[in-house]
């Protein structure tokens, strides 16, 4: 509304409107500048770094590698047990954050009392930090003497559950779904929200019921953002690392150890360049793949 | 009418108990935090007992907790500017003068979001111990800038591409100069926009927990580091570790409570509106 004070005619003549040419280079290239240098050194360093000999431990040993790197990478259990347990941790997160988002998204698209404080509680789990998720169940909820699953088993009088002795991935994958649930249910809800109302009301009149609106109509409706959503979770998830240093350390044995972990396991413990950098080419490799495919599905959406 | 009376109750209710089970590991931290540490990990366990203020007063006597909460809020508002600084003219720039490069521009920057953390782990970490940059503030900002840059300005290139441009031509034709077109017309369209933006970055930057762990050890840690101090067996004091989280996680619960119908838009790359 106060916009209508600048009618007030200043009559200068207007050289060029918004439309005309402007040479917009300034403004765009420092970012594309940095973002350039930042994605191209570092990776062309990791790509060389995995060619050589290099132990920051052991100065004396360095030079031209060859494929030496990749050879003992790709002969080592470990690299396949880690490629594994990421791969399981985000199929796992997968399933359980777009099932329940799926329907919980279903749940929260009727108005009900209260919506609006029901949403933010539920989304609430998306805004803490991966530490603090972390400690907090493995301590205060999943501990097997003091936390309160443990009391509730014992309650019931049902076995008690020594959540990081024996389901060491089983427990990550329950924190990580904790966390990454709201992500889900925040996008499937979004669009649920845009399916048109006459389509639900035709269904009903058609004596459809909840159950089979949800499956006929809503799920199909939701399918492009269940892409969305398993893209970007699989491209976050690939990179889960707080959740395991501050549970499980990797443990027990390689139980817990994902790519990520793995690499940082490499590099920064045993201060082996030359392996870790392989092993992050490989990690980019895979990354790339899933990227390969959300850059496509984005463009067919992007009209510039 | 006949549809209002026949809303089910049944959705509502399943609703609230899956945001309230959703939520109950927060409370229940929040809850320990006012336990003594006996009581925190006692079983049965305390659902009704007197408050205690004194694991926070220990948890900012001792720990060194304000140096950690100040190189979060330091580093998160620094990168967070500087990101700003960065990409509005750049968002602008594409939004409003779109080149046949545009589409390629953003769509590669997008990609460049997909190049995994760890992959270049090693040379982040030995170009900022060789720039003797590692545990300083400055590694994250710029880790933190990068990071965010391509999230911020795919954010803002859609906020931007919703502003009616007729609007800003109209004020041209009526007079206006460029400065006064941007200033009074455009700035109060996409000043939600761009707070939704800075809002989105603080919350990755403040959560980010990667580059943190991995690049600072104790003078430069954010409150990420510092409450993973904690995952240590001798510093396993549950009421404590409470504390501390809870305020570690207070500001950025509100700011998400705050943009979260933003923060879709933000994550998704505008591939879900």
Redesign the interface.
Known sequence: M??T????????P?KK???G??N?L???A???V??LV??L???A??LW?SFRRYNLLNPAIHGFAGIANYKYLLLDPGLYQSLLISVLLVGEVLILTICLGAV?A???E??????GV????????????????A???K???MHP??G?I??IC??LGLPVIDFFGNWPLSSIVIIVA?QW???AF??LL??LQ?LDESTLEAARLDGAG?ISTFFYIQVPHMS??IT?VVM?ET?FL??I??EI???TSGGPGVATTN??FL??QR??LAFN?GS??AA??I??I???I??AF??R???S??D? | MSTRAR???L??V???I???L??F??A??VL?SFKTEVM??????AFIFPPTLENYQEVFERADYLAFALNSVVISVAATVLGLL??V??A???A????PR??G???W???????????????????AKSTDLLDSRTALVIMYT?MN??IA?WMLFTFFKETP?D???A???????VW??IR??LL?LVGPGIASTALLSI?LC??E??WS??LTAHNAAP???F??S??APEG?F?AK??AA?TM??AP??V???IS?RQ??RG???????
Not at chain 1, 118 to 133: G, N
């Open positions: 106060s916009s004070a600048l009618a007030t005619p200043r009559m200068r207007a409107g918004l439309g040419r402007v917009t300034p403004l765009v420092p970012s594309v940095l973002l930042f994605s050194v570092p990776l360093m990791t770094f919980l279903a749940l929260f009727h108005p009900f009392w209260g919506r029901a949403r933010v509680l539920m989304i609430a789990p998306f805004f803490v930090m991966p530490t603090v998720s400690l907090i169940w301590n205060l909820l003497v003091n309160l443990a009391w014992r309650s904790w649930l709201p992500f925040l996008i979004t669009a845009s909840p492009r953002s969305v970007m491209i690939l990179g690392f707080a240093y501050v549970t790519l990520t690499i940082y590099a920064l360049v870790a950098s992050g080419v990690a980019i895979l990354a790339n899933m990227a959300l850059v599905t984005v463009a959406r992007l510039v | 809303t089910p109750v959705p509502g399943l609703a609230w899956a945001a309230l959703m939520f590991p927060i229940w931290m320990a925190a990990i006692a079983t049965p366990p960065l990409a003219p750049a602008f720039a594409m409003f003068y779109p080149t545009t589409r521009t953003l769509l920057m997008l990609s460049t979001k997909m190049l995994p953390p760890v992959g270049v782990l090693v040379p982040i970490y030995l170009i990068l840059l391509p300005v441009k609007i800003i031509e004020s041209r034709i009526d007079g206006a100069s006064q077109a009074v017309v109060p919350i403040w959560n927990a990667f762990l991995n409150l990420t580091a409450i993973a904690f995952s396993l549950w570790l409470s989280s570690a996680i950025i619960l700011f998400g409570w979260q923060l879709v994550l998704t790359f505008g591939a879900v509106k």
